[in-house]
C-alpha cells in the first residue's frame, strides 16, 4: 500500500494526482472488500503476487527544489539486513513484540498470512492454520533463531498466546512481559473470540529457557495467566506510565470476521482508557477507572491506530499519544487528529492536529527535541489517507482499480513521513524524499522495536522516545528494527482477496543527527473524498 511516483515523469514533476472528482461513488461488493480490511488489523489469507501485475519500473526522485531544507533536524536510514539464516525466518504480522537487553528479538503470537479474506459465510476469513502457535527468538546479528511451540502449554494459555492484535508491554526496569486480550480462535477450534486473559513472565528467564530447549512444563511453570472481563480488548494498546496500567481504546469482537454483517458475530468499541493496577502477585485488578468521552465525533472510538509513548513537548514530561485510527462516526474515514493521555484524568484530544499520512497500526520512532523542535514522530509506511511515493506499476493498478469504484480512501503506502508538534502546540507533517527501500508497500500490523543499546547508553528516555539532544552532531546511531509485517503488491487490490503477503524483512535503523530536507504533507495526494453515505461500526 506504499505509493510511490512514477517513473518516467520529470525531475520537476510531482507525482500523479488521480481526479476524485471523476471517479465512480457508488459502492459496489468489491468496493468494499478492501475498506474492509481494515475493520480487524490482523490479517489471514496469504496470496503470492498475482500473475497479471503490471511491471514495476524504477521510482524517478523528486527534484530537491520541492523539498524543504532542512525540515527535519536529523536523518534516517532504514537498511534491510542479510544474513545467515534470515530466509528462514518467521512470516509475522500483528504480533506482540519485545527485545532483551542483549537485543535479541522475541515474538509471540499474530499471523502468518497477510490480509484476511472477505468470503461470506461459512467461509473462515481468519483460517486456524494461520495463526502463529509459535514463540520466536531472533538474533539480528547473527541471523540467529529459535521457537517454542505453545500448543505444548495447557490449552487456557495456548489459545490466548496465539491470537492477534494482543496488547503488550514489557516492563524493562522489571524484566516483566505483559501481554493482555487479543482476537484468535478457541482451543476446541468452535470459533473466534477477543480474549479475557492477562499473561506475565520474565523476558530473559523465558528467553533462556526456550533456548535451551526446556520442557512445556518448565514453559508454564514460568508463566502467570489472570483472567478478567475488563482485559477482553483487542487493536488497542497496554501501557504501564507512573506505575499505573493505560488500556487504550480498542475493541471487542467475538465470532466471525464478515464483510457484510451477519448473525455469527458481534463488535463493540470499548471507546475507553482503561487505567488499573495490578496486585503484585494474584494478578488480579486492585484499583480500576475507565476514561470515556461523550462529544459528538467520538474521539475514542477508534482502533488499530498508532498508539505510542513520546514526549509532551511543551512540558517536556511523558505521555501517551494517540495517532490515528478506525473509523469515524458514520463515514469510512480515520481519525486525524491525536488525542494525548499524560495521566489518569481525562485525555484530551486536539483537533488543531491534521495527520494526512499513516493512520493505520504501523512502526512509529518517536524523537524528542529538547533544545526547541519538539516532539517528532516517523511512521513508516502502513496505510493511510494520503499518500505520495509511487512507481508506474502502482500509480496503474491504483487507477484501474479506483475507475472501477472501489476506492474506499485507504490504500498501502510507502511514504515514510514525520508529524512534529512544536512546544507552543503548533504541527507540521513531512514526507521524506526516499520511500521504503524498494518502493515496497511494507509496515502495516508492526511496531518498531527500540533498541535497549539507547537506554543504557541514555540516549533514550525510559519510554523509549529517542534524545536527539544526546546526539553530537553527525552521529550515526543504530536505533532499533523494524520485522515483518503486511506487505502489498499494488496500493488496492486488482483481484479481490488477492495481492498481499507477509514479509519477514528485517530492517535496521539508524539515525544521524543531520538535518535532513523533506517534502511537506501538503504535496501529498488525497486517495479519495471520504464516503460518508455508509457507516462502519
Avoid at 506499476?393 to 503506502?413: C, K, L, M, W
Wanted: with cysteine; glycine share 10%; proline share 7%.
Amino acid at each position: 500500500m506504499v505509493c510511490q511516483k512514477p517513473a518516467g515523469t520529470s525531475h520537476s514533476t510531482s507525482p500523479t494526482r488521480l481526479n476524485a472528482e471523476n471517479m465512480k461513488t457508488n459502492i459496489k461488493y468489491t468496493c468494499l472488500l478492501f475498506l474492509l480490511s481494515t475493520m480487524l488489523c490482523s490479517c489471514g489469507g496469504e496470496a503470492e503476487k498475482p500473475a497479471n501485475t503490471v511491471a514495476k519500473t524504477n521510482l524517478v526522485a523528486a527534484a530537491p527544489a520541492d523539498a524543504v531544507p532542512n525540515a527535519l533536524p536529523f536523518t534516517m536510514s532504514f537498511e534491510l539486513q542479510s544474513l545467515p539464516g534470515s530466509t528462514a525466518f518467521p512470516r509475522l504480522q500483528s504480533y506482540a513484540s519485545a527485545i532483551t537487553n542483549d537485543g535479541q528479538l522475541v515474538f509471540i503470537g499474530g499471523r502468518r498470512q497477510g490480509l484476511h479474506t472477505f468470503m461470506s459465510a461459512p467461509a473462515n476469513n481468519f483460517v486456524r492454520d494461520s495463526a502463529n502457535h509459535f514463540i520466536y527468538i531472533i538474533d539480528p546479528k547473527s541471523g540467529s533463531s529459535w521457537s517454542f511451540d505453545v500448543n505444548g502449554l495447557p490449552a487456557t494459555m495456548s489459545a490466548p498466546l496465539s491470537a492477534t492484535n494482543m496488547q503488550s508491554f514489557y516492563d524493562r526496569a522489571t524484566d516483566q512481559m505483559y501481554i493482555v486480550g487479543g482476537y484468535g480462535w478457541k482451543a476446541d477450534g468452535s470459533n473466534m473470540v477477543t480474549f479475557n486473559t492477562l499473561f506475565r513472565f520474565k523476558l530473559e528467564a523465558l528467553v533462556s529457557a526456550i533456548k535451551s530447549k526446556a520442557t512445556p512444563d518448565k514453559i508454564a511453570s514460568l508463566i502467570q495467566m489472570a483472567q478478567d472481563d475488563r482485559f477482553a480488548v483487542t487493536g488497542g494498546e497496554l501501557i504501564l506510565m507512573g506505575g499505573k496500567f493505560y488500556l487504550v481504546f480498542g475493541q471487542i469482537f467475538n465470532g466471525q470476521y464478515r464483510a457484510f454483517g451477519g448473525t455469527d458475530f458481534t463488535q463493540e468499541y470499548t471507546e475507553e482508557v482503561r487505567v488499573f493496577t495490578l496486585n503484585p502477585t494474584s494478578l488480579k485488578i486492585l484499583s480500576y477507572g475507565a476514561n470515556t468521552n461523550t462529544e459528538p465525533d467520538q474521539p475514542f472510538h477508534r482502533r488499530d491506530g498508532n498508539i505510542v509513548e513520546d514526549i509532551d513537548p511543551a512540558t517536556g514530561s511523558p505521555r501517551i499519544a494517540t495517532y490515528g485510527g478506525v473509523f469515524q462516526p458514520g463515514a469510512i474515514a480515520p481519525y486525524t487528529y491525536p488525542v494525548f493521555i499524560t495521566g489518569p484524568s481525562a485525555p484530551k484530544s486536539d483537533r488543531s492536529g491534521n495527520q494526512k499520512f499513516s493512520q493505520y497500526e504501523c512502526p512509529v520512532i518517536a524523537v524528542y527535541d529538547s533544545t526547541g523542535g519538539g516532539m517528532y514522530n516517523t511512521f513508516f509506511g502502513g496505510i493511510g489517507h494520503y499518500y505520495y511515493f509511487q512507481t508506474d506499476s502502482q500509480a496503474h493498478a491504483y487507477q484501474i482499480v479506483t475507475a472501477e469504484g472501489r476506492n474506499d480512501g485507504f490504500p498501502f503506502v510507502a511514504d515514510i513521513t514525520t508529524f512534529q508538534q512544536s512546544p507552543d502546540g503548533s504541527y507540521n507533517e513531512f514526507i521524506h524524499t526516499s520511500p521504503i527501500p524498494g518502493n515496497r508497500l511494507l509496515g502495516t500490523s508492526i511496531p518498531f522495536i527500540v533498541h535497549p543499546d539507547l537506554l543504557k547508553n541514555g540516549l533514550a528516555y525510559d519510554n523509549g522516545t529517542i534524545k536527539l539532544a544526546g546526539l553530537t552532531g553527525g552521529q550515526r546511531v543504530l536505533i532499533g528494527y523494524i520485522y515483518g509485517g503486511i506487505e502489498a503488491v499494488n496500493p488496492l487490490p486488482l483481484i479481490p482477496n488477492t495481492g498481499t503477503m507477509v514479509s519477514n524483512s528485517l530492517f535496521a535503523v539508524y539515525l544521524t543527527k543531520t538535518p535532513s530536507a523533506a517534502y511537506p504533507a501538503s504535496k501529498g495526494h488525497e486517495s479519495i473524498k471520504n464516503e460518508t453515505n455508509l457507516k462502519r461500526k
